[in-house]
């Protein structure tokens, strides 16, 4: 892929940081975006990965394209809960011929996994857009500086399109347009998953990692027309060992949030943006937010997991975080809740709007890179034009009280892996 150039126009040199920054929403972008399609994981095995999320998020299995439908290219399997779609792809072997091979996702390409996979591992290769048109978004958008992955192809109705531009990293920004209730065309229903589910709805925000954060942010403030939502500097967010720099981007509707992180160096420990950039050779996706309608309940059935296949958590923080919370948000939570957030090590954390329960996973694959969040944000509701009820994006923050906690914890857990490299080490 082609290397990122700075804007040439009027963009941001440097972050002011949280109390100086100020949020408007100019309604800037250069296409209609409507909001988070569905997130595409590329691994070795399709099967097991997308079963392993399925089981430990409780989001069922609905849909696939496979050789059972046709496709002899690559398996691709579908997890859907509420509006999040998790999408897990692997390859068959290229040295298979068919006399009509029909990959159902017209971008995919068995060299470029292979590439992808071995420098990345588990990892997400697409974050996907609903948009209107996805050759107008890939025109405008490649206008505006974009580099090029996929242009514009009209998928097996007919109907759908499907275009796809870099993001960062071997990370692509896809752009989808479809009508397709399913998911997309080419893909079958999956019956016998349906009873399955923790309470998850949706995608409320995806994280990347890069090395620095200056010229991606203008990168993609340039051709979205994005808006920066908030800021963070290491001053911000950091504890006294280390620490991280990040700006959050914005559509129109502030649905779609895309945070940036960048490592900050001359702390006592390296930077946890850092060691992410190191075992995932190179920018990609830190993690992902997922809004739960009861993070309570999610949580119980989620732990309940942990050790029988599903996903570890990061350590809660000591007794005295929940004992400060009641004069933080004992107006929102109840003592009952309170008491809950400390059963289950959900950290809770408010702005001027509203209020966010948050909680993290460790990595979720081999490497120490991708993992969840779990997040159920609280106030901000609206009324839209015609007068439905909505949340207003991003109510709650993004945990800035509560980052110092998360960095201690990963600095925890960062210790206790050098801890046993080093013992390897001396048994050598």
Not at 85 to 112: H, K, Q, R, V, W
Not at 219 to 247: M, Q, R
Not at 350 to 371: E, N
Request: glycine share 8%; hydrophobic share 35%.
């Amino acid at each position: 892929m082609g290397t990122i150039a700075t804007s040439t126009t009027t963009t941001p040199t440097s972050l002011v940081g949280f109390k100086n920054f100020t949020r408007i929403n100019p309604k800037s972008d250069h296409f209609p975006v409507h909001k988070f399609h569905h997130i595409e994981f590329w691994c070795g095995d399709a099967t097991n990965t997308a079963l392993r999320f399925s089981f430990a998020l409780g989001m069922p299995l609905v849909a696939k394209s496979d050789l059972s439908t046709g496709n002899t290219t690559h398996a691709s399997y579908l997890l859907r809960s509420g509006h999040l779609n998790f999408l897990f792809t692997a390859p068959y072997s290229p040295t298979i011929t068919t006399s009509n091979p029909t990959p159902t996702l017209p971008t995919f390409s068995s060299t470029t996994h292979l590439s992808f996979t071995s420098s990345h591992g588990l990892a997400v290769r697409a974050v996907a857009l609903l948009v209107s048109s996805a050759s107008s978004a890939f025109t405008s958008a490649t206008s505006h500086g974009a580099i090029p992955v996929s242009e514009p192809i009209l998928l097996s109705d007919n109907k759908s399109s499907i275009a796809e531009v870099q993001l960062y990293g071997d990370v692509v920004l896809r752009f989808i347009s479809t009508s397709d209730e399913l998911f997309l065309p080419g893909f079958e229903p999956v019956e016998g998953y349906k009873g399955l589910d923790f309470g998850i709805r949706g995608l409320d925000h995806a994280v990347g990692n890069v090395f620095d954060l200056m010229p991606v942010l203008n990168y993609i403030k340039k051709f979205t027309g994005f808006h920066e939502f908030a800021e963070f500097t290491a001053e911000d967010v950091g504890t006294s060992e280390s620490g991280l720099n990040s700006v959050v981007l914005a559509n129109n509707n502030e649905n779609v949030l895309l945070p940036l992180n960048e490592p900050v160096f001359g702390t006592k420990r390296k930077s946890q943006i850092q060691t992410y950039l190191e075992h995932n050779e190179g920018p990609g996706v830190q993690h992902l937010a997922l809004v739960s309608e009861d993070i309570f309940r999610t949580l119980r059935q989620m732990r309940e997991r942990t050790w029988v296949g599903g996903f570890d958590f990061m350590p809660s923080p000591p007794s005295t975080y929940y004992r400060n919370l009641k004069s933080r948000v004992g107006d929102v939570l109840s003592e009952e809740q309170i008491e809950e957030c400390e059963k289950l090590g959900i950290l809770v954390d408010r702005d001027d709007q509203g209020t966010l329960l948050q909680i993290f996973t460790k990595p979720v694959g081999d490497r120490p890179t991708i993992f969840i969040e779990i997040i159920q944000r609280v106030g901000c509701m609206m009324k839209d034009e015609e007068g439905k009820i909505y949340q207003k994006g991003g109510c709650g923050g993004f945990g800035k009280g509560n980052f110092s906690e998360l960095f201690k914890s990963i600095e925890e857990y960062e210790k206790m892996l050098e801890a046993k490299q080093v013992t390897q080490n001396s048994a050598a």
